[in-house]
C-alpha cells in the first residue's frame, strides 16, 4: 500500500494583527538564539529580514489553520528551492526557500514544531513526499492567548492571476504589468473592499455546517478568509477566461445557497439562463433557441447536457468523460444508451449552426466577456459600498436590490453581446425559512408564537436572547465577531488620522474611514 502523499502548505496565507505580532516575537527570540550560540556573524541585510518576516507569517498561518482542522494531523513543507521558485507570485516578492526552512528549524529546534517525518522520494509525488510537520500546543496557546480575532489569518492571494496553455501544466506565470492591468488591479480593490466590509455567512444549523467538512469544505475557516475575489486569465493571455474566483460561496453546493446573509438579512440570487449559448449565437448573428439545452433527453439529463455543452466550446481538444460525481453531473453509459463520443455528437447534431465553433476553445473568449459583464455589474454596486457576490453566471444580493440587479444584468448583457437574455430568480422558499424559525420557536424565541402572523413578538428574556449554545449561536456569534473587529479597525483608523500630518496619507486613510 502507497503513503498517502500529506497536504501542503498554503503559500497564499498570512497573519495579521495581534497573532502577527505575536508570530514576529519568535524572530526576535530566534536572533537572541543565533547570537548566544554565535551563528551569524553578520547583522541581517534588509532583504533577508523581510524574507523573515513574510515566511514566519505564512509559515505561522498554517501552522495555526492546519491545528485547528486536526491537532494531531500534519501538513507537508517543501524544501526543495524549485517549489518556492514556482510558487513565487503566491508567495510573494520576498518568501526564499532559506527564510522559510530556516525559520522553520529554528521552531523544531525550541520545541514549539514536530517534524513528524523527513521528505522523501515518492512515485506518486510530482515532487517528492514533504517534509511532515505539526505545531505543538506550547505554539498553539502563545499565538492564540488572549484577544485573538480569526481575521487574523488572511489570503494574500494575488487580486490577477494569469496561468499557462494546459500543455505547460496551467501554471501561474508572471506577466507585464501595463496600464490595463493596473486599471484592473484597482477596480478589484475597489470590490473587495466593499466585500470586507460587509459580512456574508451561511444561515444554517451548525452541525450541518460541521458536516461540509467530509465534504473537504471547511467553512468555520474560510468564512473569515476567503471574503475576496481575484481574476484568473488562461492561456498566457488576458483574452482568455478572466473569471473572478476566491469567494468562500463559489464552493459550496448550490442547494445550500439560498441561505446565504449579507449582514444577517436573506439575499437573493439571480442567474444569466443558458448565457454562453446566447453568447455564441449572437456571435454568428443567428437567434438562440428558447433552450438551447433541450436536445431530445429527458429533463432529468439537461446538467448534464449543459455541462457538456459548455465542454464542447471551452476545449481545444480531446474531452474526457465525466466521471468524478464532486465536478457534477456524470456520464454513464448505460444509463444514457449511447457511448460518450456519440452523446457528444448528439448535441452538436442540435447545433448545426455552432459546428465550426465546437472545439475550437471559444468559450474561453467568452468568459471574458462574461467576466467583463460581472465586473461592471459589481461596480454598479460598488460605488454604493453595496455588496454582490458573484458566482460567475450569476449575482447573490441582499432581496431588496433583486429589480436593480435584473435591470443591471440586463443592460450590461446587452451593451456587451448585443442581444436579451433571461434572468432566473432563486431565492429562500417558505419551507427553508421554516427550518430557523421552528428552531427559534423551540427555544423560546416567540413566547406567543401564532403561525397566522408572519410578525412575531420577540421575547425579552435576556437568558434566551443573549444565549449561543444552539445550533444557530455559531452564526450569530460570527456576526456579532464580524462587527466588533469591523468597529475595531474603524477605530485604529480614527487613532492614525489623528496622528497623521501628512496631507496625502490623511487623504487615504479619511477615505478608508468612510468606506467602512
Request: proline fraction near 5%; aromatic fraction near 8%; hydrophobic fraction near 35%.
Amino acid at each position: 500500500m502507497q503513503n498517502k502523499v500529506p497536504p501542503l502548505i498554503d503559500p497564499s496565507l498570512s497573519l495579521k494583527g495581534e497573532t502577527a505580532r505575536k508570530c514576529l516575537i519568535f524572530l526576535d527570540q530566534m536572533a537572541s538564539w543565533e547570537k548566544s550560540n554565535k551563528l551569524r556573524q553578520r547583522s541581517l541585510k534588509e532583504s533577508d529580514l523581510k524574507s523573515r518576516e513574510a515566511s514566519a507569517k505564512i509559515l505561522c498561518a498554517n501552522l495555526i489553520q492546519f491545528w485547528k482542522r486536526n491537532p494531531k494531523g500534519a501538513f507537508g513543507i517543501l524544501r526543495s528551492k524549485t517549489w518556492y521558485a514556482d510558487n513565487r507570485i503566491e508567495l510573494g516578492p520576498y518568501v526564499t526557500q532559506k527564510g522559510m526552512i530556516g525559520f522553520l528549524e529554528f521552531l523544531i529546534e525550541q520545541n514549539l514544531v514536530d517534524k513528524v517525518s523527513d521528505g522523501r522520494k515518492h512515485p506518486d509525488a510530482k515532487q517528492g513526499i514533504p517534509t511532515q510537520i505539526r505545531a505543538k500546543q506550547g505554539l498553539i496557546d502563545f499565538l492564540l492567548q488572549g484577544d485573538v480575532s480569526p481575521f487574523d489569518i488572511d489570503n494574500t492571494y494575488p487580486q490577477i492571476v494569469l496561468k499557462s496553455d494546459k500543455r505547460s501544466g496551467k501554471e501561474i506565470i508572471a506577466y507585464q504589468e501595463t496600464d490595463s492591468t493596473k486599471a484592473m488591479d484597482g477596480r478589484i480593490t475597489d470590490i473587495n473592499k466593499v466585500l470586507l466590509n460587509h459580512w456574508a455567512d451561511l444561515e444554517i444549523p451548525h452541525s450541518d455546517l460541521i458536516a461540509l467538512q467530509d465534504k473537504g469544505i471547511h467553512l468555520q475557516e474560510t468564512l473569515y478568509r476567503r471574503r475576496k475575489l481575484h481574476r484568473v486569465f488562461n492561456n498566457g493571455r488576458f483574452e482568455d477566461g478572466g473569471r473572478f474566483y476566491g469567494g468562500w460561496w463559489q464552493s459550496i453546493p448550490s442547494r445550500l445557497r439560498p441561505f446565504i446573509t449579507i449582514n444577517g438579512k436573506p439575499t437573493v440570487e439571480l442567474d444569466y439562463s443558458t448565457m454562453h449559448p446566447r453568447m455564441l449565437y449572437a456571435h454568428i448573428g443567428m437567434e438562440c433557441p428558447a433552450d438551447p439545452y433541450n436536445v431530445g433527453f429527458n429533463s432529468d439529463r439537461r446538467d448534464l447536457v449543459k455541462k457538456a455543452f459548455n465542454a464542447l466550446i471551452n476545449a481545444s481538444g480531446r474531452i474526457e468523460q465525466f466521471k468524478n460525481p464532486e465536478d457534477g453531473p456524470v456520464f454513464d453509459e448505460d444509463e444514457i444508451g449511447m457511448s460518450w463520443k456519440k452523446f457528444l455528437d448528439h448535441i452538436k447534431s442540435y447545433h448545426p449552426k455552432l459546428k465550426s465553433l465546437f472545439g475550437t476553445g471559444i468559450g474561453l473568449k467568452f468568459q471574458r466577456k462574461d467576466s467583463d459583464i460581472a465586473e461592471a455589474t459589481m461596480l454598479h454596486f460598488t460605488k454604493r459600498n453595496i455588496p454582490i457576490l458573484p458566482v460567475h453566471d450569476s449575482f447573490i444580493m441582499h432581496h431588496g436590490h433583486e429589480d436593480e440587479l435584473r435591470n443591471v444584468m440586463a443592460k450590461e448583457f446587452e451593451k456587451k453581446v448585443g442581444t436579451s437574455i433571461p434572468i432566473k430568480v432563486d431565492k429562500i422558499t417558505p419551507d427553508q425559512k421554516a427550518i430557523r424559525r421552528k428552531h427559534d420557536i423551540d427555544r423560546g424565541l416567540y413566547p406567543n408564537f401564532d403561525p397566522t402572523k408572519s410578525i412575531h413578538e420577540i421575547t425579552n428574556d435576556l437568558d434566551i436572547l443573549l444565549d449561543h449554545n444552539h445550533e444557530y449561536g455559531k452564526y450569530e456569534e460570527r456576526l456579532d465577531l464580524f462587527w466588533a473587529n469591523r468597529e475595531s479597525s474603524s477605530e485604529l483608523l480614527r487613532q492614525e488620522l489623528k496622528n497623521e500630518q501628512d496631507p496625502k496619507k490623511f487623504a487615504r486613510l479619511e477615505l478608508d474611514r468612510l468606506r467602512k
